[in-house]
């Protein structure tokens, strides 16, 4: 299958050079490759972010990256990036106008807009994952809701999400469930764990939810906490404020960007990874923990519900409340054998259900429920 691969913002290819990326570059580049593995055949469209750069990039993992210039060549911020669109489209267009994909796969709704005006008319289906939903952003809830009744296939993260799509008016026939994955070949339980400084250890990646973590490090002596992922100065600020404020200052690390090398033995180090956001999680760091055997305290909210089980690979505690996440941290702070449990519980996990090889193969079954929609249509 012939796979157009859709990512106007987030390139795969910050992921091969392993500087700071987020998580979509992550989820990208690894579906990306997992699809090519399985024989298919892969091209990432993204914006030129450099002059730099070339224009067309074949990767080490088998698919290309193609980088269109459309807008000024550089990073711009999402509000800034729709007036590129135009361009970025016309380019789409004029290209599977010459070299038809059996599949374009959107990624967050300024790709699927892309997307989707792209390929009108030229009969080809177009999946969508939206990765987060513009919650309270009128204008960009109307583009969601367009491209939710529009393509053939939505890719959802969690059963939450497609429950908020439905009511954008997505029929619920057209939705996929499928989770991010996770290389348990780099997240591994046996190899190498950061030195760590204080009998117990907890770790917490990205900025949402640390200050419940933080706040709750107070009830929990001998802990330290390590805080990864990069910071502005006004989130460092804050975060460091909520740590004099409850005295824990001296016990919490800021790591910043930590390269993706290095996070196997970083979240090795922990007895416990804390996934605490109030909403839209990102499902990444918790399944990369679990595959490290590292027990995960998660919100209950999102894929977090979906990918951690609660009692079997970890616990799940109400968002927000540091009150039930010290609960929760106590118990499984003091007994050692319940997180050994967990971890073997959540590797296990991991191999038989969120690889990425799992994940690309659950995205094709998207591809041809799509192909075979659009067929019926035409």
């Not at 190498?192 to 990646?205: D, F, L, P």
């Not at 949402?208 to 973590?213: L, R, Y």
Request: hydrophobic share 40%.
């Amino acid at each position: 299958m012939k796979i157009a691969m859709v990512s106007a913002q987030a390139s795969p290819l910050a992921v091969l050079g392993d500087g700071p990326v987020g998580r979509r570059h992550v989820h990208i580049a690894e579906l990306s490759a997992a699809l090519t593995r399985e024989g298919h055949d892969v091209t990432v469209y993204t914006r030129r972010e450099s002059r730099r750069t070339p224009a067309t990039v074949e990767t080490p993992d088998g698919y290309r990256v193609v980088q269109v210039l459309a807008g000024p060549p550089k990073r711009l911020q999402e509000d800034d990036l729709l007036p590129s669109l135009g361009d970025f489209t016309r380019v789409l267009r004029s290209r599977w106008t010459k070299d038809r994909p059996d599949v374009v796969h959107a990624h967050f709704w300024s790709s699927g807009l892309a997307s989707l005006l792209a390929a009108k008319d030229l009969g080809i289906p177009v999946v969508q994952t939206f990765h987060t939903l513009g919650t309270g952003a009128a204008d960009r809830t109307r583009v969601e809701r367009m491209i939710a009744k529009q393509a053939g296939q939505v890719v959802a993260t969690s059963s939450d999400e497609v429950l908020s799509l439905t009511r954008l008016g997505m029929p619920r026939v057209r939705a996929s469930v499928v989770s991010g994955g996770v290389d348990p070949a780099k997240f591994t339980v046996d190899g190498e764990s950061a030195r760590r400084t204080a009998r117990h250890r907890i770790v917490s990646v990205g900025v949402p939810g640390a200050d419940v973590v933080i706040t709750a490090l107070a009830a929990l002596p001998e802990t330290e906490l390590v805080l990864a992922g990069s910071l502005t100065a006004e989130d460092a600020r804050r975060l460091r404020g909520t740590a004099e404020r409850a005295g824990v200052a001296g016990r919490m690390r800021t790591a910043g960007w930590v390269p993706r090398a290095d996070l196997p033995a970083l979240l090795r180090s922990a007895d416990i990874v804390v996934c605490a956001p109030r909403s839209d999680p990102s499902g990444l760091v918790p399944l990369e923990a679990m595959a490290c055997g590292v027990t995960v305290v998660a919100a209950s909210v999102g894929v977090l519900t979906e990918t951690v089980i609660d009692g079997v690979t970890g616990s799940l505690v109400s968002p927000g409340n540091p009150k039930e996440l010290v609960g929760a941290l106590r118990r499984l702070l003091s007994d050692g054998s319940s997180r050994e449990t967990f971890g073997v519980a959540a590797r296990d996990r991991v191999l038989a259900r969120y690889s990425w090889d799992r994940v690309a193969v659950e995205c094709t079954r998207a591809y041809v429920l799509a192909a075979q929609g659009a067929s019926t249509r035409v």
